[in-house]
Each structure stands twice: as structure tokens, then as C-alpha cells.
């Protein structure tokens, strides 16, 4: 059951780096929405790219789940940001997207840290959480619900950042839900556990938190600061009330992994710069002169607009047509 668990690991990478380049450029596609409103999963649903990418995230988080069963949740939850390696990859092969040398220096510093919570993590069994645990998740589920309502005002960088955070506090949650439920003894305990239902809670919230972070700009922001907030709530949690286990002796190369991979994550927030800007300029325009054609791409340096939401096709293919691209410098 180990051995599955790493398989289960290396495959979830995969799928959230396909997912979250598939999801960024069908969120980009998307009227900007500033109220915490659940239509915008509807209105990202009409777009064939979104339920690909949709489809990439359920399978993540099944594999996820699967490794949970056996593997420490600071080593599930820190391998998530991986996948922003992934993202990376196939933003540069299929569209173009030109990385600087500081984003590439810490995608290989994200993967040496994760490295290090390979080597260091103990296959192990979870402990059950507890009535407690259940009603402090159950709270949890409610304040993120409000903070998410009043982080939607946030615009640009800081609202990216915000969103994608408290999407990662709601990914978290679900994620220590998780850990306990994939040791359910058989179907009947499953479905009766109220942690499933607190795990579907959370993912909900965490995944319309994520698409509006993803509005407001950079994709590498919102998805850094996502597995940032919710890396480290999950792994004191896992330590102290789930039964992770670290290998004797290892415990500082666990130590430093986790710090290497956080701050990694971290860094990203920084550097990252928005691979999308029509939200903000269609706003603007219809406000001052009414509905206006769809936007022209601006060059790699000045950064890159998307098309404006109604065109045909596949947003995949138009997006990789107009030169949807990163930028080559960084403010």
C-alpha cells in the first residue's frame, strides 16, 4: 500500500499542473466577477477548457485522496505546489510563456524541498479526528464562506493573493478531512462520516475561490499563495492529530524541506506577474463607453491581453492564437 501511496503522489502532481494551466486560461476568458458569487463556476462551466481542466483537478484530488491513506499530510499537501512546475512547463511549450530567471530558480528550489519531505516522510496510518476536530472543521468552513465575501473586493495582485490564500486554508481543511476518511473501514462508514460532507464543503469554497483569485491576474500568484496557506495549517494538524510520521533521524531534513518548499511558494507570490489583463481593461472600458470589440494582445514585455469572453472555439487554442504568453520582466 506504500508503494501505491508514491504512485498516487507522483500522479496527482500531473494532474493539478494540467489542471491549473487549463482552469487559468478558462478563468481569463470569464467576465470578472467582484461579489462572492457561486454563478461563476456556472459561467467557467460553459467553457470546454474549464471542464478539462476540471476533470484534471477531480482526478488530483482523488489521487490526493488515495495518498493520504498512508502518506504524512506535510508531504501530500507541500507536493501539491509541484504541480506548479508542471503549470510552468506547458505554459512555456504551449503558450509560449517566456519564465525569468528568478521564477525558474525557485521552481528548482520547489522541487529540491519537496525532495527533502520525500526522503524524510514515514508511511503511516491516520488516527481518527475526533467530535472536536469535526466541529472545528465544520467553524472553519463558515469563516473562510466570509472572508472569501469580503476578499472579492481586492483587486490585481493583492486580490489574487488573497483569494488564492483563503482557497488554500479551504483546500487544507478538506484535506485534513481526507486523511482520516480514506481509512474508512467500508462504503457504509464512508457515506455516514460527516467529514465527507465537511471535505465536499471545503473543496466547493476552495474551488470558487480559486477561480476568482485567477480573475484578478497572475495564475502563479494565486495557485503559490493557495498551496502556501494551505501547506502549513494541514501539516501541524497531520503532526500532531493524524498520526504522520517522520523517519528517526530525519526530522531536520523534514524541517528544512517544508521551510525550502514554503518559501519557495512564498517567492513565487512575488515574482509572478499576471498572464492575463482583460479583466480590468474590459471593465474600465464598458464602465466609460459601453461594449467594445475584443481586445488586441499587447507584446511579451508590456504583458498579454485575452480575448473577450463569447468567441468561438476552443480558449485553449485562441488563447495559444493571440500570444497569451508571460511576461519577460518583472516590476
Known amino acids: 500500500m506504500a508503494t501505491s501511496g508514491w504512485c498516487f503522489l507522483a500522479a496527482m502532481i500531473v494532474a493539478y499542473g494540467v489542471a491549473n494551466l487549463l482552469q487559468s486560461v478558462a478563468a481569463a476568458r470569464t467576465t470578472v466577477h467582484r461579489t462572492f458569487d457561486p454563478g461563476l463556476l456556472l459561467r467557467l462551466a ?26 504524512p499530510l506535510f508531504l501530500v499537501q507541500a507536493s501539491v505546489a509541484a504541480g506548479l512546475g508542471v503549470t510552468a512547463l506547458l505554459g512555456v511549450i504551449l503558450l509560449k ?3 525569468p530567471v528568478a521564477e525558474v530558480a525557485l521552481l528548482v528550489l520547489l522541487f529540491a ?44 495582485a493583492p486580490g489574487s493573493v488573497a483569494l488564492g490564500s483563503l482557497a488554500g486554508l479551504a483546500f487544507s481543511a478538506a484535506a485534513v478531512a481526507a486523511r482520516p476518511l480514506a481509512s474508512a473501514p467500508g462504503w457504509d462508514a464512508f457515506l455516514s462520516d460527516p467529514l465527507l460532507y465537511l471535505l465536499v464543503g471545503h473543496s466547493v469554497v476552495g474551488q470558487l475561490l480559486l477561480g476568482l483569485a485567477m480573475q484578478r491576474g497572475s495564475t502563479t500568484a494565486a495557485v503559490a499563495a493557495m ?39 512564498v517567492g513565487l507570490t512575488r515574482y509572478a506577474e499576471p498572464q492575463h489583463h482583460h479583466a480590468v481593461a474590459r471593465e474600465t472600458t464598458r464602465a466609460v463607453v459601453g ?17 473577450a469572453a463569447g468567441g468561438a472555439g476552443d480558449p485553449l487554442t485562441q488563447a495559444a492564437s493571440t500570444g497569451l504568453r508571460r511576461p519577460t520582466t518583472r516590476s
Do not use: M
Request: aromatic letters at 6%.
Open 291 to 307: 461594449p467594445r470589440p475584443p481586445l488586441v494582445p499587447h507584446s511579451a514585455v508590456a504583458g498579454c491581453e485575452v480575448a
Open 113 to 156: 524541498g519537496i525532495t527533502a519531505l520525500v526522503l524524510a516522510a514515514r508511511p503511516a496510518p491516520s488516527k481518527g479526528l475526533g467530535t472536536g476536530g469535526t466541529v472545528a472543521l465544520l467553524v472553519a468552513l463558515a469563516v473562510i464562506a466570509v472572508l472569501g465575501f469580503f476578499a472579492v473586493r481586492l483587486h490585481g
Open 46 to 71: 460553459g467553457h470546454r477548457t474549464y471542464l478539462v481542466g476540471l476533470a484534471c483537478q477531480v482526478a488530483g484530488f482523488v489521487l490526493a485522496f488515495l495518498s493520504r491513506r498512508d502518506l
Open 97 to 99: 510563456w517566456r519564465l
Open 227 to 265: 498551496d502556501a496557506a494551505g501547506a502549513v495549517p494541514a501539516a501541524i494538524v497531520g503532526l500532531l492529530l493524524l498520526n504522520d510520521k517522520i523517519w528517526p533521524g530525519r526530522e531536520w531534513l523534514a524541517g528544512i524541506g517544508f521551510l525550502v518548499t514554503l518559501a519557495a511558494v
